[in-house]
Nanobody, 115 residues
Framework: QVQLVESGGGLVQAGGSLRLSCAASKSISSINTMGWYRQAPGKQHELVARISSGGMSNYAASVKDRFTISRDNAKNTVYLQMDSLKPEDTAVYYC?????????WGQGTQVTVSS
């Protein structure tokens, strides 16, 4: 079982930046994929970004070139650097871990972008 704890959410003005962190309770080097999802009020749960144990990443088209996912295996932590934030980025952001065949989720952290 993997416990995930997110941090770094908050309120920021449009055009600003936030860095989200997700700390895992075990070595992430053994986890196939880690990623970030988000859900805004009245909208569907969507993938934001994910990164494999080999360092390969992909992004939703809406955040590509603005967000960057990375992982620090020594700290058992995955990050999401969010730049040039827009009001439409407002959502609860969830960390997930996929040590196949399992999937685990964090509790979520609120990101609010004001205009």
């Amino acid at each position: 079982q993997v416990q995930l704890v997110e941090s770094g959410g908050g309120l920021v003005q449009a055009g600003g930046s936030l860095r989200l962190s997700c700390a895992a309770s075990k070595s992430i080097s053994s986890i196939n994929t880690m990623g970030w999802y988000r859900q805004a009020p009245g909208k569907q749960h969507e993938l934001v970004a994910r990164i494999s144990s080999g360092g390969m990443s992909n992004y939703a088209a809406s955040v590509k070139d603005r967000f960057t996912i990375s992982r620090d295996n020594a700290k058992n932590t995955v990050y999401l650097q969010m730049d040039s934030l827009k009001p439409e980025d407002t959502a609860v952001y969830y960390c997930n871990a996929v040590p196949l065949p399992y999937m685990y989720w964090g509790q979520g952290t609120q990101v609010t972008v004001s205009s």
